[in-house]
């Protein structure tokens, strides 16, 4: 993409050897009143700064994630394939995760302007909290992917943003609180340790507890694709339980 490309796709105006425009970070939609994102062209290569403080690397990544930023390494532009929204309480949308491929997750906050903020909300909740505060029993998976396979089969599931990658944060036990919670770990160390340590933060939170390992699939998606049943993941589970 030229830089006149560029310029055009953000709406940019010329100031002195530079232009300026919204910054695609914070500003996207209209909450950058006073544009901070700095665009010039030096030695054939598009630089850009935003004097507001998001970082390159956040800027970059949310240009990219509009298809309007290419790597020197030649990499495919960034293609959003999916996006999971996060709520409160009250089903108002907090942010999303954005599935891009090549795969990549990102974040992005509603900016108040029609717009997105290309960054962490400072509030991180389960996914799909509405639904898991009205029901008595959830499962807990890695990722939404799975989350939304639960659902399609009927069960209530959720899952914290970046899986095994993110600590369990106090909200999510507290969520949880009560509730009968069955714990369904990815076939992988990580999944099997990020299992261990939600289990132990629930001791005495939950009602109980079920840890259930599927068998010859890496998730629950995988074992619902080999032909596997909701009647058999229910045959699954009441041979697991094990009451705190």
Known sequence: MSIRDLVGALHARKSGSSWMARCPVHGDGGGDSDPSLAIREKDGKILVHCHAGCSQRDVIAALRARGLWESGKREPPMRIVATYD????????????????PKKFLHRRPDGYGGWVWKKSHRQVLYRLPEILEAPIVFVVEGEKDVETLRRHGFVATTNAGGAKQPWLPQYTEALRGREVILLPDNDEPGRRRVLAVARALLGEASKIIIVELEGAKDITDWFRAGHSALELISEVQGEGVNQ
């Open 86 to 101: 996060y709520c409160d309480e009250r089903g108002e949308l907090l942010y999303q995760i954005v599935r891009v491929e």
